[in-house]
């Protein structure tokens, strides 16, 4: 991150549906690492958005195993 601002995380389905929330606060600003264990979750596509408020990003990823 290039600044400290609040940054909200998720998971989402194919359908939009939300799944996990892996960050929804403050975060200080630099690189930064989350885990996500979705070891109960079905095999598909999910989503990750990152939302500040300056800033949207998604991301497509394939859990297969």
């Known amino acids: ?3 400290t601002a609040r940054v ?4 989402l389905d194919v ?5 996990a929330v892996l960050k929804n606060g403050i975060s200080e600003k630099g690189e930064h ?3 996500w ?5 079905p ?8 939302v ?3 800033y949207t990003a998604s991301k497509k990823i ?3 195993e």
């Not at 909200?8 to 998971?11: F, G, P, V």
């Not at 264990?37 to 979750?41: I, T, V």
């Not at 095999?43 to 990152?50: E, I, L, P, S």
């Open 33 to 35: 690492t989350l885990i």
């Open 52 to 54: 500040t408020e300056t």
């Open 37 to 41: 264990n979705a070891s109960l979750l």
């Open 62 to 64: 394939i859990k297969i």
């Open 8 to 11: 909200s995380i998720r998971i």
């Open 15 to 19: 359908s939009g549906k939300e799944i």
């Open 43 to 50: 095999h598909g596509v999910y989503y990750v958005k990152m």
């Open 1 to 3: 991150m290039a600044e």
